[in-house]
């Protein structure tokens, strides 16, 4: 198994296991912030976090050090326009629950943006001990 497999399935694992104890929390503590469209988000932005993860790590060599952090920081930059503009349109075309669905929103895209961090900290890693034995 790759890198990259090893880093998407790890992905997965901790973002089901944390998503579903958010979606818990939400619905029977915070019933007014819970959406219903809790689970699509989080396996919209799973599946996403998981091609994020995928192109970086391939991404990661073919680029020079320096590099890979633009390559970081524009997939943060990307993914945060995108959830703007994701609020905003759901805001604009639906208009009901909005405050829910954003909450629910930022309370998962933080989720995956800690998982994402710790992603790209082991892809480094990796990178590190990599040239360190060559």
Known sequence: MGLAAKLILHLWLWAVVIGVAIGILLHLFLPAFYSPWFTYIFVGMAF????????????????????????????MAGKMLLAIVLITIYALAVGEN?????????????L????ESWTFVRIEKYLKEKRMKS
Do not use: C, N, P, W
């Not at 909005?98 to 933080?110: C, M, N, P, V």
């Not at 995956?112 to 998982?115: C, G, K, R």
């Open 48 to 75: 996403l976090e998981s091609f994020l993860i995928y192109m970086v790590e391939k991404l990661s060599k073919k680029v020079s050090d320096t590099r890979l952090v633009h390559v970081y920081m524009g997939v």
């Open 112 to 115: 995956f943006l800690v998982l």
């Open 98 to 110: 909005t405050k829910a669905f954003a909450i629910s929103f930022i309370f998962q895209y933080l």
